[in-house]
């Protein structure tokens, strides 16, 4: 069965350093994989996606990158945090079902980053 | 603005009863997506409907879909403490390349007991 794999869990960061969060998924490849800001109480915020190795669309200019390493390797850095980075992110990954077109969407535990 | 407007933003209601919301989204899609996600938590995937269906059940949880109306509601019945929490319906949207997720600002749900 298909599993996605997120973490650090929690983080505290001081402002000015770098950040690396790790996800992967096991059981199925080339999926999408998103990157979710969700702030406190609010709404989710897409980040960026990959349809494959190397390809990153970013949805939003922020402080943030990403990168796709491998087919089922997602890595959101920065290279200098800002206090606005804090937040709940969620790493996710979608399949494409063959002839019907259908998509669905699975996610991680997520990683509350609180920048200090 | 994003896809998948869910209202209302904030609903509370007794535990027994039933709690009703609503998704409405822009583009055509391929699919529409309940989730739900405790406090501080990930998101959890209830129930995907296709674009072909128009009512889908499962437990407790009713969803429709109206496509010419471009919106979505989500019924949970009998509501329960255990069910507070917030609910987003995201819709699967063609884009270059592939297909990207869209999300809403979700519903937040409070059942008392």
């Known amino acids: 069965s298909q599993t996605i794999h997120q973490w650090p869990a929690t983080l505290v960061q001081p402002v000015g350093s770098p950040l690396s969060l790790e996800c992967t998924v096991e059981?199925?490849?080339?999926?999408?994989l998103y990157w979710y800001r969700q702030a406190a109480g609010r709404g989710l915020q897409l980040l960026f996606y990959?349809?494959?190795?190397?390809?990153i669309s970013s949805e939003v200019p922020q402080n943030l990158s990403a990168s796709r390493p491998q087919d089922r390797q997602f890595i959101l850095s920065s290279k200098k945090l800002l206090l606005s980075d804090s937040g709940f992110y969620l790493c996710a990954w979608s399949v494409i079902y063959p002839g019907t077109g259908n998509t669905e969407a699975f996610f991680g535990q997520g990683t509350r980053l609180t920048v200090v | 603005s994003q896809q998948g407007e869910e209202d209302p933003q904030a609903l509370s209601i007794q535990e027994g009863e039933n709690a009703t919301m609503n998704c409405s989204y822009k583009t055509s899609i391929n699919n529409l997506q309940w989730y739900r996600q405790n406090s501080g938590r990930g998101l959890v995937h209830l129930i995907l409907?296709?674009?072909?269906?128009r009512e889908k059940h499962s437990g407790r949880l009713r969803v429709t879909l109206d496509t010419s109306k471009k919106s979505s509601s989500l019924l949970i019945t009998a509501s329960r403490a255990a069910d507070t929490a917030s609910y987003f319906c995201a819709t699967a949207q063609v884009d270059t390349g592939g297909f990207k997720t869209i999300f809403g600002a979700g519903t937040r749900l409070f059942v008392k007991a």
């Open positions: 990959s349809v494959g190795i190397g390809q």
């Open positions: 409907i296709r674009s072909n269906e």
């Open positions: 059981g199925t490849s080339n999926p999408n």
